[in-house]
């Protein structure tokens, strides 16, 4: 089961995302800040982390750049924001995220694109090992 770490300070929306990414197949850990996301993301080593852009103790892009320092550059990324400022894409870009939806997302392209995004990392995972074995 692939475990999902979703950060958001906003409880409706990690319980309502919890709800779903459950009902998709997924484990789910919630952190409410940006702190206690990077304890969680160190001990439950997830398989991929859905971020809010503004958390009242970190800005999102700062905490994906934290993440990346720790080891978690190969770990996907989601940020989803109710920012509507243009920019906001283009700062995103810099800690290279797998996707980037605005609030209010809608549930069903979401969930598609995680599962795009984890099958296509199983693939490559898949594909590196068989050449490492090929190689030995």
């Known amino acids: 089961m692939k475990n999902i770490l979703v950060m958001d300070d906003d409880p409706k929306i990690t319980a309502a995302l919890a709800i779903r990414l459950e009902a ?35 800005v999102g892009f700062l905490v994906a ?15 989803l924001t109710a920012g509507k400022k243009e920019q906001l894409w283009e700062i995103a870009q810099e800690v290279e995220p797998a996707a980037f939806f605005e609030k209010p997302y809608q549930a069903g392209p979401l969930l598609k694109c995680i599962s795009k995004i984890l099958h296509d990392r199983a693939r490559t995972d898949e594909a590196s090992q068989h050449q490492q074995r090929s190689h030995l």
């Open 65 to 79: 750049e934290r993440l990346r320092a720790l080891g978690f550059a190969d770990v996907p990324l989601i940020f």
């Open 24 to 58: 998709a197949g997924y484990a789910v850990c919630i952190a409410h800040d940006g702190e206690e996301g990077l304890k969680l993301a160190l001990s439950s080593r997830p398989d991929l982390i859905l971020m809010d852009v503004w958390m009242p103790d970190a």
